[in-house]
Every structure is written in structure tokens, then in C-alpha cells.
């Protein structure tokens, strides 16, 4: 065989085995949506199994769920949860990530020793004292307690700092030459040239956010404070033998991340595999 | 040693600097240090009936954990998922990055399907394959025409949960891999062809030992992620699921006493647990590491 057949039966190969793989990827989501739009008696018929919908496709089901479920309101619950969380996390973050990236300053590096061990301790440590001092601030069912655990960011910090880092050190010289003071430097100058990284934790922020469960589903039991995550488990809990009406759920609460990810796809690789947090 | 006097620039330095740090510094001790040491002032108490204040217990709450059957099957459940999860999770994800790493058409259309999963909440993930998976009315079942209980049958279930694991996971392992692809540089390859040595060579010759780095960065953070898997867990299997005590992991357990029990100093006492266990597996990984990971 020559070079150029084994090339070529190897590229063959190689397109199967994506292929079959991207099938079974898909499936989930294939199915998701035409259960979705079926009627229940279709959706639970098994002779004859229905792949397809039989009497139409019910796109109306949609409709149904997006009201009987209040789908506004979980996901403006979301919404504001990641809005404030990627906020905080950013602002947090870039400070402290300039200061331990770009400034010497006496407990420098014991502070930032506190940053790197917050990293390798296991969150589900500081869950119930969360969740106590939530519900002693009176904050369970808000936004506020939503948002709590993430103010602030070590993995974030630590991203930025080495954002920071990266950047030339002359470009701060020569700023400093025209009498800008730390502050103004950091705002004019600094903080600008970080952006990717910024782009990178922002993402991670609110993916994270949109994917948890348990936080929210320990402070916003009522449904109308909830999130998307904490939503879907609370109508598995009470309708789960509604199948289209659970898939035509999941869809709404998958489909928003979805859509963002197709139009930020390259911002939401690139910041997956820079950050490579744990997700 | 000397102490030396600070210029005030230096000062000035210093001030911006603590200034800078605060906000995080505080949120840190708040948030994560201080729940750290209650977490464990916790795991000594009994949680008072009706919000009356801890009642400290010394030692009760370990003894009971330790003796419950429960924790360890939570605790072996929690390995048998990691077991599946990391393992085909690091090894498929690594084979896709290798295929999408070559001059390939149509890479970014797979890419993109790869890595939707990762995008999706769990919830919501987890909802569509236990319908995927129902025994009467699912897709599985009637299309194979089994007749399998894919997440009632204990001997079953924790790989059927195990599998949504993997799923889940690829696009994410295989993102970090291609980046990591990336940096090795192209003149080994060129090199190794000359040479006359096959993909499958340069493979375990060239891409397994230079990027194994990258490996050991996935595989210890997805062992840490699996060990302390939840919402998919939580979602598949419900409180009246048959195979729960021989599936559920060892934070759904902590769930189940802290919030749905609300036995704060139980949940609290797993929870140590947990963490003690964790930190012997990182210890365990940090050792192999060195005798693991190819440095250059």
C-alpha cells in the first residue's frame, strides 16, 4: 500500500469514527426535542414505538410549558444570578490579580498562599455555613443569596494574576513616567490588556453558575426564586411522568446557553481551554 | 535578618496592593476559611430540634458515620462512578482531540457537537437520558427491544449513571487536549514520518509522552469532579429508586442528612469524610505524578 491510499483510508477512518461518535452525542438532544413535541399518549406508546410524531408536531407544547411552568421567571432568576456573579467575579478578580501579578507588597505571598489553598479544598466544605449565614442575613429566595458564594473567586484570581503577569513590564514604566499614580494605571492601561483573560472567567463564571444545582436548590426552595437548574428538579419532583412537557422544559432550559455558545463559540473554547478550571 | 525602611513609593506600592487584595481577601475568609473551621466545629455537634442551637456531641457524629453502611457503599459507589467517568471520559476524549487535531475538513462542525454537553445544565441533562433510559416507555429499550432496567437494576445502574458521566465530560477533556495538542511542535511529527514511523507510532512515541502533562492535569481534575458528583446523581436517581443505596455518592448523601434530613452535623461530619478521602487522592496523585508525567 502507498503513502497515499494509507492517507487516504486513514482520513476514512477517521471521518467513521467522528461520525458515529457525533451520532451518539446528538441522540440525547434528537430525542429531547421529539419528545418534546409529541402528544403523552405518543410519547408513551411503545406498540408501535413512535419515533416521530404522529398527529403533527406539537410546538404549542412549548407554549404550554413556558406558561403552566413560569419559565420568565426562572430564567430571570438566572439571568440576574449569572449578571451579578460574573460582575463580582471580574471585578474582584482583576484587582486582586493586578496587585498579586504586578505589585510588591509586605504578606504578598502569604495572602496569595491563602488564594491557591482555597483552590484545592473541595467546596462542598463550605456549603452548610453558607447556607447558615444565607439564611441568617435573611437572604434565602433572593438574588442576593443566589449570588453569595460568588463574590469572590480564588480560581479567578489566580487566572488573572497570571494575565497580569504575562503582560511586558516596561508598559507600566513608562505609564508611571507621566505621573500616573497604581490606580490610574491600572484602569487606563492595565486592566484593558487583560480582556482575554477577563472573556476567559467571565465564561467560566456563568457557565458555572447556570449548571449549578445544589446551591440553588438549598436557598431558593420557592420555585418562583429559583434558577433554571433548581427549577427542572423541582417539575421532575412533581409532573416527571409528563414526558413532553418534562423534554420541552429541558429544551427552554438548555437553549439560551446553547444559542450564546453557538454565536461566542470561539470565546467559549479558547476560555475553556486557557482557564481549565474545574467545571 | 534586616528590617528595611520603606520608600514611599514602596509604600505607596504596599497601599494599593492591600487595597486591591482586600475585597477577595475578605470574601475568602468569609466565604470559604471560616466555613472551613465550622464545617469541623459542626461535625462535632448535634444539630438542636427546631433551630435550638448546636449541642456539642464530641465524637458521636464520626462514630456514627463510620459505622453506617451507608457512608462506605456511598463512598465505593462514588469510585466505581469515577472508575468509568475518568477513565473513557480521558481515553475517547483524547483519541477525538488526536483525530480533530489533524488537517481534517469539517472540524469545527464536530468540535462544536463534541462540546455541547458542556454547555447544557445537568439538570436538564440528566431529565432527557433517565428518559432515554426509561424501562417502559424509553428510547433504549424499544429500539433494541430489551427489556433492561438501566437505572433500577443495581448491578446496572452505576454504570448507566456512569455513562452520562462520560458523555458529559468528552468535549470538555477534548478542548484541554487539543490546546495541549497544539503546542507540540509540528518538526517531531515531520521528523518521526522521514523516519517512516506510522501514526500509531508517532502516537505513543511522540503525542503520549509530550503530552502527558496535559493528561495528568485532566485526569486529576476530573478524579476530583467525579468524586464529588451530584446534580446527575441526584437527577437520575429518585428517593424511591430500588438500586439509590447502591448508586448514590457521597454528596448526595451529604445532601440527603444536611438539607433534606436536616441533620446539619451528620451532613457535616460526611463531609470531613469526604474531604479526608479526597485529600489522600490528590496526595496519592501528587506522588505519582512525578514518575507519570513526561518532563522535558
Known amino acids: ?279 | 535578618m534586616q528590617k528595611q525602611k520603606m520608600t514611599a513609593r514602596a509604600k505607596e506600592e504596599a497601599r494599593w496592593g492591600w487595597l486591591f487584595i482586600l475585597p477577595t481577601m475578605l470574601g475568602l475568609i468569609v466565604l470559604n476559611f471560616y466555613p472551613v473551621f465550622n464545617t469541623i466545629y459542626q461535625s462535632f455537634c448535634k444539630t438542636g430540634d427546631f433551630g435550638k442551637g448546636n449541642q456539642f456531641v464530641g465524637l458521636a457524629n464520626y462514630k456514627s458515620v463510620l459505622a453506617a453502611g451507608e457512608t462506605w457503599q456511598s463512598l465505593f459507589n462514588t469510585i466505581k462512578y469515577a472508575i468509568i467517568e475518568v477513565p473513557f471520559g480521558v481515553v475517547i476524549a483524547l483519541v477525538l482531540a488526536v483525530f480533530l487535531n489533524q488537517k481534517l475538513k469539517g472540524t469545527t462542525v464536530y468540535r462544536t457537537i463534541f462540546f455541547l454537553p458542556m454547555v447544557c445544565a445537568p439538570a436538564a441533562v440528566a431529565m432527557v437520558w433517565k428518559w432515554l433510559y426509561n424501562q417502559q416507555f424509553g428510547l433504549f429499550n424499544n429500539v433494541f427491544h430489551t427489556n433492561i432496567a438501566w437505572i433500577s437494576d443495581p448491578k446496572i445502574a452505576w454504570i448507566s449513571v456512569g455513562v452520562i458521566g462520560v458523555w458529559s465530560v468528552i468535549g470538555y477533556n477534548m478542548v484541554l487536549f487539543i490546546s495541549g495538542l497544539q503546542e507540540i511542535p509540528g518538526d517531531y511529527y515531520e521528523a518521526a514520518s522521514i523516519d517512516g514511523a506510522t501514526g500509531i507510532n508517532q502516537f505513543f512515541n511522540i503525542t503520549v509522552p509530550l503530552l502527558s502533562p496535559t493528561t495528568f492535569f485532566i485526569v486529576q481534575t476530573r478524579l476530583i469532579g467525579a468524586l464529588t458528583v451530584f446534580d446527575l446523581m441526584f437527577m437520575v436517581m429518585d428517593k424511591t429508586n430500588v438500586a439509590l443505596e447502591k448508586v448514590q455518592s457521597i454528596v448526595y448523601l451529604f445532601y440527603t442528612y444536611a438539607f433534606t434530613n436536616g441533620n446539619k452535623g451528620y451532613g457535616a461530619t460526611i463531609v470531613i469524610v469526604l474531604v479526608a478521602f479526597i485529600m489522600i487522592v490528590t496526595f496519592i496523585m501528587q506522588k505519582a505524578e512525578k514518575t507519570l508525567v513526561y518532563h522535558n
Open chain 1, 1 to 279: 500500500m502507498d503513502i497515499q491510499t494509507r492517507d487516504r483510508l486513514n482520513k476514512v477512518i477517521m471521518y467513521v469514527i467522528l461520525t458515529i461518535m457525533a451520532f451518539i452525542m446528538l441522540v440525547p438532544f434528537v430525542w429531547m426535542i421529539l419528545t418534546a413535541v409529541k402528544t403523552n399518549q405518543e410519547a408513551i406508546s411503545v406498540a408501535p414505538f413512535y419515533i416521530f410524531p404522529q398527529s403533527g408536531w406539537h410546538w404549542e407544547n412549548f407554549a404550554t410549558v413556558w406558561k403552566s411552568y413560569n419559565f420568565l421567571i426562572l430564567y430571570k432568576n438566572t439571568l440576574l444570578m449569572i449578571f451579578f456573579r460574573v460582575v463580582c467575579a471580574c471585578l474582584t478578580a482583576t484587582m486582586a490579580g493586578y496587585a498579586f501579578g504586578r505589585l510588591h507588597f509586605p504578606g504578598k505571598n502569604l495572602m496569595f498562599s491563602l488564594v491557591l489553598i482555597q483552590m484545592m479544598i473541595p467546596s462542598q466544605i463550605f456549603i452548610i455555613p453558607q447556607y447558615l449565614m444565607v439564611s441568617k442575613l435573611g437572604l434565602l429566595n433572593t438574588t442576593a443569596g443566589l449570588v453569595f458564594p460568588g463574590i469572590v473567586t480564588a480560581f479567578g484570581t489566580y487566572l488573572l494574576k497570571t494575565g497580569y503577569e504575562g503582560l511586558p513590564m516596561d508598559l507600566e514604566e513608562a505609564a508611571g513616567l507621566d505621573g500616573c499614580n497604581i490606580g490610574q494605571k491600572f484602569l487606563k492601561i492595565m486592566m484593558p490588556l487583560t480582556r482575554s483573560s477577563m472573556v476567559s472567567l467571565g465564561i467560566f463564571t456563568a457557565l458555572f453558575a447556570f449548571k449549578d444545582l445544589m446551591w440553588p436548590m438549598i436557598v431558593c426552595t420557592n420555585s418562583a426564586t429559583t434558577t433554571l437548574s433548581a427549577g427542572l428538579a423541582k417539575m421532575q419532583g412533581q409532573y416527571g411522568s409528563d414526558y413532553p412537557a418534562m423534554m420541552a422544559s429541558a429544551v427552554l432550559a438548555v437553549i439560551p446557553m446553547i444559542v450564546i455558545y453557538m454565536v461566542f463559540q470561539k470565546q467559549f473554547v479558547e476560555g475553556i481551554a486557557t482557564s481549565g478550571g474545574k467545571l
